[in-house]
């Protein structure tokens, strides 16, 4: 006896959003350095000018002194970052929706992620200086403050504001942390030697400040390790110790491929750079991670 095979006609319910998984959404470091757009050509440079000492006048009519500015720069290399992807007609009618601006907001992320691979390889990267870029600086062990065996803790944090202090650098211009959920964690275990310690640190762990000790907390989990896996280098820094140079900020293109059937493409590109302004304006912190 024949049958009607009536699961032929069953459909399939699909979801009719696209959820997008967990990952750093866009740039956490890009409004905490100096940055700079609108920059053509390959390179850029940053022109600084060093610090002078005035001369006390002890007599009545003397030659005015003339007091020599010394000017420095620093050199940028800019480099282009690109995300593209397909959408088949077919694709689009089998989902039932049209993903095209999930794909733009996922390239957002993912470019905005390659910021921040580039600022945090500027705070320990040689600095190209001089007029034409023919020297580097690197970033003095006076600005390091070691790992040891021990995570994320206040001492670490009092060293890295003593580096500031002693410096001069301006306490008018924001000071910044990196720092992985990690750290987080060691900060809140290790400070339990005040209350007052104690209840800051809690209150940055569960959001409510972002504040500790006169820097702003950013949590950022692609902060690269140092000689060893084991130690984490969480960058400390003003926002103008660190530039941000950029040739074309991110930008997104929709249009059909006539040489891919006619699929959409979503392309996004930018072209950015970065490096360090002044040493003494950045301090590696080492934390132990076991």
């Not at 480099?79 to 689009?92: G, H």
């Not at 500031?164 to 275990?189: S, W």
Request: a negative charge.
């Amino acid at each position: 006896m024949a049958t009607n095979d009536i699961t032929t006609a069953f459909v399939q319910q699909y979801g009719r959003n696209i959820d997008i998984l967990s990952q750093q959404r866009g740039s956490v470091l890009r409004n905490c350095v100096k940055v700079r757009p609108g920059v053509v050509g390959r390179t850029a440079y940053f022109d600084q000018l060093d610090a002078t000492a005035a001369v006390q006048k002890t007599v009545r009519n003397t030659d005015t002194p003339l007091i020599k500015s010394v000017h420095k720069r620093r050199q940028v290399t800019l480099y282009d970052w690109v995300w593209a992807d397909l959408l088949d007609k077919e694709d689009q009618l089998k989902m039932l929706i049209d993903p095209t601006s999930d794909y733009v907001m996922n390239a957002a992320y993912a470019l905005g992620r390659a910021i921040d691979d580039t600022i945090i390889a500027a705070f320990w990267a040689d600095a190209v200086t001089g007029q034409e870029g023919a020297s580097t600086e690197t970033l003095p062990y006076a600005q390091i403050v070691t790992a040891g065996t021990t995570g994320l803790g206040l001492v670490k944090l009092l060293n890295a504001k003593k580096i500031f202090d002693n410096a001069d650098v301006d306490p008018n211009v924001q000071r910044h942390i990196a720092i992985t959920g990690t750290q987080l964690a060691d900060l809140l275990n290790t400070t339990e030697i005040k209350d007052a310690d104690y209840n800051s640190v809690k209150a940055l762990v569960n959001g409510e400040v972002n504040t500790f000790l006169g820097f702003n907390f950013h949590l950022c989990n692609r902060l690269t390790t140092g000689s060893t896996a084991t130690i984490r280098l969480c960058p400390a820094w003003a926002t103008d110790g660190v530039a941000l140079a950029i040739a074309k900020d991110l930008t997104h293109r929709i249009e059909e491929r006539s040489d891919k059937n006619y699929a959409t493409q979503v392309f996004s590109s930018m072209g950015i750079g970065a490096t360090r302004l002044e040493e003494a304006k950045v301090v590696q912190i080492g934390a132990y991670i076991g």
